[in-house]
């Protein structure tokens, strides 16, 4: 997700240049598309490269803990499930990029523009509200896990200096690093337009593939070593877990799946790249396919290789899980890597609701120099950085929210569960459906349509079991959980 935000936030301020002197032909010209932009040269590869990037992130840590709880037959198959469905809602969801004419409709530049132009009314504000808090959610989960790796690092390094004293002495407290992560956040969340940083979106790929290129290789090692592929068919066992808390975890691990295949918000500005012909819709279609295809084997590989490496003691983190084994600076170098990710990821996850928030306070308050006025401070070098009072009350808040709420909910399986449930049905399968069936008129009670609601509630119903998994799971670690306490 981490590129799109950044191609959404360039279109918008090519879309506030005027063309209206040029007023390209119909169909564009050499130079300009048919809505006068400039013209987009994005293919079936940029668009691939874009998904990739967007959806390996973090989520895949938590992936062979999924399939630990479902085992080696529902595991791999709840992967695949999750990626036909996304596969299948992200071709609905690319046919309604264009409103009415697939080569010369109206284009939508955001997902919110084509529920506007699709669905219209209230459900426009429902997609918006569904959005940013899933969104606000990304940056509590972003914090929880970034805090965990840089613990790791350490327990790691003290670990090998401690050898005689065993794990006691290496206990960690969360806090002092989530509290590190929110301040080098407040310090990046003054950047007003983070957009134009280019390097982002490739040092964020990078740093995926590195962390989860490294969990890959040390589950294979791991597995080679003993000799023995561990796991069972049906999960983890009763003894290590009780009945009830087999059926919760379970549940769970559907929300982190979906979590970890969550890109439908993005998927419409990744279009919006594209160039034409052919339709943007039929080049986002292959970039989909080859994309999904692309994810699906390097989860399966990731979630089954950490599943055989641990079997029922497979970690919530899978890096975290090899804390205590050589080469440990490999391992340093791994949660590095996702702590410099997450601190990019975390920006290019919030700009659009920093940008949200902004927008609406200068329409409601335009007078207020509080909110408008920027104040200009030179620096040596440099261009003078423009200052805004409420951009710094605002983001500054904002930021030590989502520590503070960090602190006090420290559980990143839950917290990553608790996401994908909340953001899957609706923003994946819901609005993606509703919107085909307006775009192509399809009637009401025809066979098409009974099968893509039948679709969407399947999915609603595997959305709520694994929000209330994610939520037991919340109250279980509560039990045991002291405020601000929390060490590993």
Request: charge should be positive; aromatic fraction near 14%; glycine fraction near 8%.
């Amino acid at each position: 997700m981490k590129m799109a935000e950044n191609t959404a936030s360039k279109h918008h301020q090519i879309h506030a240049l005027d063309f209206s002197a040029i007023a390209p032909p119909p169909g564009g010209s050499k130079c300009f598309d048919d809505d006068g932009r400039l013209k987009r040269t994005g293919t079936v590869w940029t668009a691939s490269a874009h998904i990739i990037t967007a959806v390996i992130g973090s989520g895949v840590l938590s992936l062979a803990w999924a399939t630990a709880q479902l085992g080696w037959i529902a595991g791999p198959t709840v992967l695949f499930l999750f990626s036909f469905v996304t596969y299948y809602t992200s071709c609905l969801l690319a046919s309604c990029y264009r409103t009415g004419d697939p080569n010369t409709g109206m284009r939508n530049y955001t997902y919110m523009e084509a529920v506007r132009a699709n669905l219209g009314g209230f459900k426009v504000k429902i997609c918006g509200a569904i959005q940013y808090m899933n969104l606000f959610g990304v940056a509590i989960g972003y914090t929880i896990a970034a805090s965990i790796s840089m613990m790791a690092i350490k327990r790691s390094n003290c670990f090998h200096e401690h050898k005689s004293q065993g794990k006691e002495l290496c206990k960690v407290s969360s806090n002092p690093y989530m509290i590190m992560f929110g301040a080098a956040e407040i310090i990046f969340s003054q950047i007003p337009d983070f957009d134009q940083i280019s390097w982002l979106s490739i040092v964020a790929a990078v740093m995926s593939f590195t962390y989860s290129s490294i969990g890959l290789t040390l589950g294979i090692v791991k597995v080679a070593e003993t000799g023995k592929i561990r796991g069972s068919l049906t999960g983890i066992s009763i003894g290590t877990v009780t009945q009830t808390q087999k059926i919760w975890r379970s549940f769970q691990a559907l929300g982190d799946i979906a979590f970890a295949y969550s890109y439908s918000l993005i998927l419409i500005e990744i279009q919006d790249t594209i160039k034409s012909p052919p339709s943007e819709s039929k080049t986002m279609k292959k970039a989909t396919l080859i994309s999904v295809i692309v994810t699906t084997l390097f989860y399966m590989l990731c979630g089954c290789m950490g599943y055989a490496a641990f079997g029922d003691l497979a970690p919530g983190n899978l890096l975290t899980g090899f804390g205590f084994y050589n080469p440990f600076w490999l391992l340093d170098i791994a949660n590095a890597a996702i702590v410099i990710h997450l601190v990019g990821a975390y920006q290019v996850y919030c700009q659009p609701l920093f940008a949200f928030v902004e927008k609406n306070a200068t329409t409601i308050f335009p007078k207020s120099k509080f909110i408008t006025q920027d104040i200009e401070i030179p620096l040596p070098g440099f261009k003078p950085y423009k200052l805004n009072l409420f951009r710094l009350t605002w983001r500054t808040a904002f930021v030590i929210l989502t520590t503070i709420i960090s602190m006090l909910m420290p559980f990143f399986n839950d917290v990553v569960g608790i996401l994908g449930a909340f953001g899957f049905w609706p923003l994946t399968v819901y609005f993606p459906v509703e919107m085909y069936i307006v775009q192509k008129k399809i009637p009401k009670w025809s066979t098409r349509w009974l099968c893509l609601q039948m679709l969407s509630l399947a999915c609603l119903i595997i959305s709520i079991a694994a929000a209330a998994g994610s939520f037991a799971g919340v109250v279980l670690d509560l039990k045991v959980y002291k405020l601000f306490k929390t060490s590993y």
